[in-house]
């Protein structure tokens, strides 16, 4: 199933379910037996079902709600969706305040809530029915042509767009002399380095649906041949370009006479943006450290009684690489010898509370990339210091992913300029409640030390721990 018939489809699912929201509401706020004027107030939400049809295929074909896009992941689809059906039950709650007949505006804040339970049972039981059909058998059997990172990154990503129907069965790698790359993907993968014609032999009784070309050289002439031997099996073929790491800008591909030219665009914001950002910075920064106080003061209180000092004041690269101090709590994140208190404040990041005030001065903002010491941004490449177009963050979609201070830049540098190509305030929300999840989920992993370290390591049980171990960290660019 391609990505616009399967919004379609999530659309079309979700008005029907609305419905039976309306249905349940109704139920939970009059109970079974009506009165007269329980039967008039609930006919002048009717009206209310309408509207929320049509701001929902607006918000469906603007904002990014099946869940799908970018990847599968659970966090992301409920924040998304919590926020889309926020913004529904502020304009329906606005519209029944304003109505002039009564309308029951409990019932309309219940029709939400069922509204969103609903929303996130359809994705997820799309998404296991997706991975249902997959497991017997529906999806396309592909095998990846190439070597290094790439090839072991567009693996990953299959993995996380169950929407493709694409399995990948196995790697083909050029015969070099070099060790192949091949990995074993199921019971059935398999792995050479030959590209001559026993491959296309080879692939065809594999029943391979489609190769996937990650190629070095991609004018050289045996791939060229492999490619039109494929085809000539009716096998298909496609092609990720080279210089991948530059598409992660706004791009645009032009047709010049049957020659593809791909233009690549800017990845930074508009002064419209810029100035959304801001305020959203300034208005949750706000909320922020109001409800931060209560939590702040108290370690500030026990770090100063205990250390000598509750803050720390450490240099960091801001807005075009211009220093900064940056705040956070006295505690040694290295020590080994570390009291279980301080562990507990870095293990769940309240060390960075302080770095509202930092939000509030304008030196940072809410989500974009971490900020770095002076030592990492000296050691950028031209392609890392993208980074620096943009305030840093107190989180970002390298930290959702499960990405700390400890892990590389070039690590962090993928997740922060897909973050720079998408940002949005949009987006910050969106981020901004995933943080959360990941916190919500850090702790459970350290609650139970049998089970460390294997979240965010969920692949499908047909995977070899070879297979896994590689495109556990295949995202890492």
Known sequence: MNQPKLS???VIADLFWSVWAMGIALLLRYGVHWSGADKASAWHLLPFLGAMWVIWVLFSFSLPLDGFRGGWRFSAVVSQLLIAVGLLMSILLSGGYLARDYVSRLALFEF???L???????????????RARASNGSARRVVVMGRGRLSRELARKIQCHP?????????????????ALGRRVDDKGFAVRESGPGVVDLLSAERIDEVILVPDECSSPD????????????????????LYDLYRSRSH???????????????????SGLIA???LDLTLGMLLSLFSLPILLPLAVILRWSKGRAFLSESRCGLHGKPFSMLRLNVNRTAVNSSRFESILSDYSLTELPQLWNVLRGEMSLVGPRPESRDRVCRYSEWQQQRLTVKPGMTGLAQVQGLREQHTSEEKSGFDLQYLLHSSPWNDLSLLLQTVWTLAMRSVDLGGSANAGAHGRRMEPSLSMVQEEVLENAHRS
């Not at 969103?116 to 997706?130: C, E, H, K, Q, S």
């Not at 129907?165 to 002399?177: E, S």
């Not at 006479?257 to 930074?268: A, I």
């Open 277 to 279: 950002k801001r305020v």
């Open 163 to 179: 929407e493709m129907l694409c399995r990948v069965v196995g790697f083909l790698a050029p015969d070099d002399g070099t060790e």
């Open 8 to 10: 379609v489809a999530l």
């Open 253 to 271: 591909l032009a047709d010049l006479g049957g020659l593809p030219v791909l233009q690549l665009g800017s990845t930074g914001l508009r002064v």
């Open 116 to 130: 969103l339970a609903g929303f996130v049972l359809i994705r997820a039981a799309t998404y296991g029915l997706l």
């Open 112 to 114: 939400c809530l069922v």
């Open 223 to 242: 791939l060229l041949n492999l490619v039109a031997r494929c085809r000539e099996r009716g096998i298909k073929v496609s092609l990720v370009p080279q």
